[in-house]
């Protein structure tokens, strides 16, 4: 059984910065490919980044280009989030998925297998 484990949410100002990690234990955390999304009050999931199991390959969301940055070692994988907005202000989890492919990258929840309780993130305006 994979468990899945986010911290470092919280609550910052507009433009400030806030770096989340997620562990997953239980296997090989390189065989998993990783990813975040964010679900913000009465609005759907959304997906914000992924990463592959090799961390060379990785997506985001349009809106968070440029701002936010996903990243891995050995052990945790991150989203460094600057110039936060009001926008992001969301319950942010991370998922794993064990992926045959070393650079597969997933943007659907439907595609990850394992999830964490979720992080969150408050941006004050």
């Known amino acids: 059984q994979v468990q899945v484990v986010e911290s470092g949410g919280g609550l910052v100002q507009a433009g400030g910065s806030l770096r989340l990690s997620c562990v997953a234990s239980?296997?090989?955390?390189?065989?998993?490919?990783m990813g975040w999304f964010r679900q913000a009050p009465g609005k759907e999931r959304e997906f914000v980044a992924a990463i592959s199991r090799s961390g060379r390959t990785t997506y985001y969301l349009d809106s968070v280009k440029g701002r936010f940055t996903i990243s891995r070692d050995n052990a945790k994988v991150y989203l460094q989030m600057n110039n936060l907005k009001p926008e992001d202000t969301a319950v942010y989890s991370c998922a794993a998925k064990r992926a045959a492919v070393i650079e597969r990258i997933m943007v659907q929840a439907s595609s990850y297998d394992y999830w964490g309780q979720g992080t969150q993130v408050t941006v004050s305006s």
């Open positions: 239980g296997r090989p955390f390189s065989n998993y490919a």
